[in-house]
């Protein structure tokens, strides 16, 4: 018999995730993909940023699941793989399903998924991964993705067209919270996820991620992270419908962690 088990990570936003794609060009020094990609031996701190397609996941056949389905947990949507990406989608919605849509947001990309799957509208939530509103502190910790002025526009773009929006501020890369929701939270239609980083000098480590700038920023973002700030932060939106708690945050301010059944985490 299965056990209850806590929900946590992508698990608690969807019981199902697809990825089609080995590696990320945006190369997160946090990644926790490429942290399990380097220790299953997938990949290599070096060759993560290659994006190698398995064609088996990209042709599997996705029937129609109860819950959402999380597209994507290990990759992204970038420039050089959107045609694939958006052939992969196309077959996940036209299986009936309801895909929860996770980038951090290219705008050309976001442009070419609304007006391709405008039929689509009500079956797709967009997540836009937006842990600060400063392009340095973005570019620092994920070298290649959007800067923030990008992804404000993606948003803008989305909420613009009718789609249904939100956002993931997990992980957060400094405490400018209360600005950082202060701009995205008008464009958002359903929620912010707040969360820490999980594991982060681990995963930046096995990343191959050790030069001193970048432990010594993961120290000081850690102990900006106190659980005071958190205290106080969840002060400030406890009672704010839209900002939704991850399980790193969950734990501070002893909210409960849900459970389920049988999950296979
Ligand atoms: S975008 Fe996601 S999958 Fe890609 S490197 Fe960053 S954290 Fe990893």
Redesign the pocket.
């Known amino acids: 018999m299965k056990e209850s088990k806590k929900v946590f990570g992508t698990q608690e936003w969807a019981s199902t995730n697809a990825n089609f794609i080995n590696g990320?060009?945006?190369?997160?020094k946090?990644?926790?993909?490429?942290s399990m990609a380097i220790r299953y031996k997938r990949k290599t701190p070096d060759n993560?940023?290659i994006e190698e397609i398995n064609i088996k996941k990209f042709m599997k056949n996705y029937k129609k699941k109860d819950g959402p389905i999380m597209f994507?947990?290990?990759?992204?949507i970038t420039p050089e793989n959107v045609e694939p990406s958006m052939a992969f989608l196309g077959n996940l919605l036209e299986s009936g399903n309801d895909v929860l849509v996770?980038?951090?947001p290219h705008l050309d990309v976001v442009e070419k998924i609304c007006d391709t799957f405008a039929p689509y509208k009500d079956k797709i939530l967009f997540r836009f991964?937006i842990g600060s509103c400063d392009t340095d502190t973005l570019k620092f910790w994920?070298p290649?993705?959007p800067s923030f002025e990008e992804r404000l526009q993606s948003l803008k773009l989305a909420y613009e067209k009718g789609f249904k929006t939100s956002v993931s501020s997990e992980p957060l890369l400094d405490t400018n919270v209360v600005q950082l929701a202060d701009i995205l939270l008008p464009y958002v239609t359903d929620a912010m996820w707040i969360g820490k980083p999980n594991q982060l000098l681990s995963h930046m480590k096995r990343n191959g991620v050790t030069d001193s700038l970048s432990i010594e920023k993961a120290k000081e973002l850690l102990a900006s992270l106190s659980d005071k700030w958190i205290l106080e932060l969840y002060e400030v939106y406890k009672d704010n419908p839209k900002i939704k708690w991850k399980e790193s945050i969950k734990k501070v301010v002893n909210i409960e962690v849900p459970t389920v059944k049988g999950l296979d985490i």
């Open positions: 990320c060009s945006n190369d997160c946090y990644c926790y993909a490429k993560w940023m994507h947990t290990t990759h992204d996770v980038t951090k991964t994920e290649n993705a």
